[in-house]
């Protein structure tokens, strides 16, 4: 599936330094979908980024065509956002 990075999106991505390529990769097949507001669906899965563990959390609105990626960040608070089965 393809999917739409705004400029805004680009440019946070080089400020939180998070690689593109490692969200295109989470955003192919990633390991929890999590439905957020209305519209909106967390693409989430745990990364391994300069030898410490995250939670890279992609929020995307899935309700247009193309798919638009609304924003990327990574956090520490795994167990926080982490659904259990």
């Known amino acids: 599936m393809r999917f739409h990075f705004s400029k805004h999106v680009l440019e946070e991505l080089e400020a939180r330094k998070i690689a593109r390529a490692l969200v295109d990769q989470l955003l192919q097949a990633p ?3 999590v439905p957020e507001v209305e519209g909106i669906t967390c693409f ?4 391994d980024i300069g ?4 939670l890279l ?3 995307v609105n899935d309700r247009v065509d193309p798919p638009v990626v609304v924003t990327v960040y990574r956090t520490k ?4 956002y982490w659904r259990k089965s």
């Open 44 to 47: 989430q899965s745990r990364v």
């Open 77 to 80: 608070k795994i167990t926080k």
């Open 57 to 59: 959390r992609v929020m």
């Open 51 to 54: 030898g410490k563990q995250y």
């Open 31 to 33: 390991e929890q979908k």
